[in-house]
């Protein structure tokens, strides 16, 4: 069994980047500040931390207009709720959860019938004997994006009406760390699992 690719999304200098894993040996180059760093601390963060120990300055600072995106569409979100019709109200709704960002790392594996896979069974969701392919994502979200919205706005005032600054006090009260299996081949299909349960798929070791 093995990682054959990584994908991540907003997390410090690691705005959308994929990178592929070689069977043996993957060597990680670049030039300081290039988010060779970067990588490592996100693995350690979702899968070694027991407590979610990530804050809002680990979102990429690309992912900071789009937060005030979200915010703007929540609030037509709330215009259409008092007037609109309920596909207009559903619309505005998935409009400014679709924008707001999360930290993302999708670990892609693949293993033979030879190996054991006794920790990754429970992330298999397909039922095909020739796949041999898992799918675990990794997220630093938030599942209640109304509260989050609704606190700030009843608050504004103590945050100099700035919602970035509400962000970096207060992200961690609304924002926590998600795992889920997911079937590449269908993302629909997806189930949600324990951290605990992740950690013992994978042997890491941190210098």
């Given at each position: 069994m093995r990682i054959t690719k990584i994908d991540i999304t907003n997390f410090r200098k690691l705005g959308s980047i994929s990178v592929a894993l070689d069977e043996n040996v993957t060597l990680i180059v670049?030039?300081?500040n290039s988010g060779k760093t970067s990588l490592t601390e996100l693995i350690y963060k979702f899968i070694k931390c027991e407590n979610s120990s990530f804050t809002f300055d680990d979102f990429s600072l690309a992912s900071h207009c789009l937060f005030t995106e979200s915010l703007e569409k929540f609030k037509i979100y709330k215009t259409k709720k008092a007037t609109g019709?309920?596909?207009?109200?559903?619309?505005?709704?998935?409009?400014?959860?679709?924008?707001?960002?999360?930290?993302?790392?999708k670990i892609f594996l693949e293993y033979l019938e030879s190996d054991d896979i006794s920790a990754l069974s429970d992330f298999i969701l397909d039922l095909d004997v020739n796949r041999k392919d898992a799918l675990i994502s990794c997220n630093y979200q938030t599942l209640n994006s109304e509260s989050l919205f609704e606190t700030f706005i009843n608050n504004a005032a103590d945050f100099n009406n700035n919602f970035i600054e509400f962000?970096?006090?207060k992200i961690t009260s609304f924002y926590k760390a998600y795992f889920y299996?997911?079937?590449?081949?269908?993302?629909?299909?997806?189930?949600?699992?324990?951290?605990?349960l992740i950690s013992n798929i994978f042997i890491t070791g941190f210098i």
């Open positions: 670049g030039r300081n019709d309920e596909t207009e109200i559903e619309l505005a709704r998935q409009a400014y959860i679709e924008k707001l960002p999360i930290i993302s790392a962000l970096d006090k299996a997911v079937d590449k081949e269908n993302p629909a299909i997806v189930k949600e699992f324990d951290r605990k």
